[in-house]
């Protein structure tokens, strides 16, 4: 009823997919719950990719390993899962429905990663301000710690993010990417994600290349 849009697909044992107009608001829905969602790539990892909304109002994980380019727009089809709290998509159907710009990352302080979660979602504790996981995001600030070994730092802007393992900073995952030295500013482009510390959600940063590490 109402903005709700439901299809039938009938390879995959009839399910019933629910879209909806009001932007992420199947992304509220419990685990495997069937959804389709269509968006732009705005990230990709290998086994999973990131799309997210054109005006920013949501972005999720796509646990895939279907090509997916950065740019391209998409549909998908599945059901909802979690990890580590994240919402994701595990795909029955993707279809590629056009290409375009890469999107434009969204820069935030640290302690905003993440923001607060809407009813129905995950939250970090302490979180706050508009909910964010899942899109592209940019944070600049000085990095305060760093362990090429385990492919992170920790990057403090002084706007109070922290965590169980450390405080201030906020974790950045580079995914094998370089790893920028101690003392120096920089700026991270990534998704803003989450991570569990100590057994306790915290706000991250999960940059996609070396290029969305900058020094200045």
């Known amino acids: 009823p109402g903005d709700t849009v439901w299809a039938i697909n009938c390879f ?9 107009l009001r932007g992420g608001e199947p992304l509220r829905r419990p685990d495997n ?5 269509e968006g732009t790539v705005s990230a990709t990892f290998g086994s999973f990719y990131y799309i997210q909304d054109a005006g920013r109002a949501w972005g999720v994980r796509v646990n895939s390993a279907a090509p ?10 599945g059901r909802l899962g979690s990890s580590t709290g994240e919402r994701l998509i595990a795909p029955v159907v993707t279809e590629v429905t056009g290409a ?13 990663v993440g923001g607060e979660a809407p009813a129905g979602l995950a939250g970090i504790p302490g979180a706050s301000g508009i909910y964010n996981s899942g899109l592209l995001v940019r944070i600049t600030g000085r990095v305060v710690w760093a362990n090429p070994a385990m492919s992170l730092f920790y990057l403090d802007d002084g706007s109070g993010a922290g965590d169980a393992f450390r405080t201030p900073g906020i974790r950045v995952l580079c995914n094998g990417a370089w790893i920028p030295p101690e003392g120096s500013f920089a700026s991270v482009t990534g998704i803003s994600t989450r991570a569990s510390v100590s057994g306790i959600p915290a706000r991250a940063v999960r940059v996609r290349s070396a290029e969305d590490i900058v020094i200045h």
């Open 12 to 20: 995959d044992d009839a399910a019933v997919y629910e879209a909806s």
């Open 33 to 37: 719950w069937p959804v389709e969602m």
């Open 68 to 77: 997916a380019q950065i740019g391209s727009s998409v549909r998908v089809r």
């Open 100 to 112: 375009g710009e890469p999107p434009v990352p969204l820069a935030i302080k640290s302690a905003a």
